[in-house]
């Protein structure tokens, strides 16, 4: 529900624009992202994922950019709508291997 | 459709008194896991499950209890809840194996549980 949004960093951007919300993983060893969508009420959905062998993944107006160096994971989605206001987690593990481990996540709010 | 459903949705509860949240899934996957959630500290697996009869404990086990005697069902169990269990819980579920896509999860609609 709405609690679990207290306390997040939030990004505030205008319908039409394009977003750009951002994720500093843990584990040098990770070598499989993923991100989650979880809107008001609901469950984390799955929206893109990326493996380290690639730096960069699209999908239908979101694109997911791997900065291994640096241990960066961003989430680009373009032309911000309404619909896309949650809270964006990103989560990492070695593929296969070990359990999920979740960001502590973005509140993306869409000015109409 | 493809789905992972926990019940109940809501609960509220006394101190002390066990319950158990329940927690299918009909994708046929091996592997399931078990979330609280809670503000300012993001999802915290709590146990989790590579398949029947093999559970292991996540982040954050202590006063929790699971089993996952078939494929589709994994309870989440509190034997004597305590104030600071109230959270948002969340099943998920994914395909432990090779190949691409093999650690995606699915996840369950949340339990609201309340312990007075």
């Known amino acids: 529900g709405e609690s679990v949004g207290l306390h997040l960093p939030t990004l505030s951007v205008q319908e039409g624009d394009n977003s750009i919300i951002n994720c500093a993983y843990s584990?040098?060893?990770?070598?499989?992202f993923i991100w989650y969508k979880q809107e008001s009420g609901k469950g984390p959905q799955f929206i893109i994922d990326i493996r380290s062998n690639m730096d960069k993944r699209q999908g239908q107006r979101v694109t997911v950019l791997l900065n291994k160096t640096v241990k960066h994971l961003s989430l680009q989605i373009a032309a911000t709508q309404p619909g896309d206001s949650a809270v964006y987690f990103c989560a990492e593990n070695i593929e296969g291997n070990t359990p999920l481990v979740f960001g502590k996540g973005t509140r993306l709010s869409v000015i109409a | 459709e493809a789905q992972v459903t926990q019940n109940p949705r809501y609960l509220i509860t006394v101190t002390g008194k066990k319950l158990t949240v329940t927690c299918s899934q009909n994708m046929n996957h091996e592997y399931m896991s078990w979330y609280r959630q809670d503000p300012g500290l993001g999802l915290r697996q709590i146990y989790y499950s590579m398949n029947v009869e093999v559970t292991d404990k996540g982040d954050v086990p202590e006063g929790y209890k699971v089993s996952r005697k078939e494929k589709r069902n994994f309870p989440l169990i509190l034997e004597s809840p305590s104030p600071n269990q109230t959270s948002l819980y969340f099943c998920?579920?994914?395909?432990?194996?090779?190949?691409?896509?093999?650690?995606?999860?699915?996840f369950g609609q949340g339990t609201r549980l309340t312990v007075v």
């Open positions: 584990n040098s060893a990770s070598d499989y």
């Open positions: 998920a579920s994914s395909l432990r194996g090779r190949g691409p896509m093999n650690t995606e999860a699915f």
